[in-house]
T-cell receptor, first 112, second 114 residues
Framework: EDQVTQSPEALRLQEGESSSLNCSYT??????LFWYRQDPGKGPEFLFT???AGEEKEKERLKATLTKKESFLHITAPKPEDSATYLC?????????????FGTGTRLLVSP | NAGVTQTPKFQVLKTGQSMTLQCAQD?????MYWYRQDPGMGLRLIYY???????DKGEVPNGYNVSRLNKREFSLRLESAAPSQTSVYFC?????????????FGPGTRLTVL
């Protein structure tokens, strides 16, 4: 059974203090790892998709990387507006249809 | 474009009552999904629809039914609500019917069953 574990559950940073969030997964053949951002009271918002080990994607202060067992979301010099819950998900199963298995998320709080 | 819209935003039901959660997207997407989000559980797939006229069960379908009314609309019905169905419900859509592409989520419906 495909599983996704995110750590830490919560992270508090000072503005400008860089850090990384972890997403470890167990799937029988990865066919896509997704990162989403979720603000309080809102739906998740897509950030990145990674498909193969060694792949990296960047967007502003965020960079996502992928290995064979885990993905990291690196946050460089974060700002208070980066405060949110970050969700990781993997594609499930061998069907041609996209079904995602989500982790429980990392709640990030960036203080000014 | 409004993207994915959901109604209502909040709802309180008594055990045994029924209700329908509405979802619509204006992005001409083929695939639509219903998820529930509970503390400590992450998002879990209830039902999905790969295209107009087709629906399939996800991870937690018990107690729910869905209708893909047309390409735009995908509704979720609770026939006899139970306290265990207290949750935040999200609808999502995705272009295409296959593996690729990102899912676009609605703002959610916060449901409490007393």
């Amino acid at each position: 059974e495909d599983q996704v574990t995110q750590s830490p559950e919560a992270l508090r940073l000072q503005e400008g203090e860089s850090s990384s969030l972890n997403c470890s997964y167990t799937v029988s053949g990865l066919r896509g790892l997704f990162w989403y951002r979720q603000d309080p009271g809102k739906g998740p918002e897509f950030l990145f998709t990674l498909y193969s080990a060694g792949e990296e994607k960047e967007k502003e202060r965020l960079k996502a990387t992928l290995t064979k067992k885990e993905s990291f979301l690196h946050i460089t010099a974060p700002k208070p507006e980066d405060s949110a819950t970050y969700l990781c998900a993997v594609r499930e199963g061998n069907t041609g249809f996209q079904k995602l298995v989500f982790g429980t998320g990392t709640r990030l709080l960036v203080s000014p | 474009n409004a993207g994915v819209t959901q109604t209502p935003k909040f709802q309180v039901l008594k055990t045994g009552q029924s209700m329908t959660l509405q979802c619509a997207q204006d992005m001409n997407h083929n695939s639509m999904y219903w998820y529930r989000q509970d503390p400590g559980m992450g998002l879990r797939l209830i039902y999905y629809s790969a295209s107009e006229g087709t629906t399939d069960k996800g991870e937690v379908p018990n107690g729910y039914n869905v209708s893909r009314l047309n390409k735009r609309e995908f509704s979720l019905r609770l026939e006899s609500a139970a306290p265990s169905q207290t949750s935040v419900y999200f609808c999502a859509s995705k272009p295409g019917q296959g593996e690729g592409g990102e899912q676009f989520f609605g703002p959610g419906t916060r449901l409490t069953v007393l």
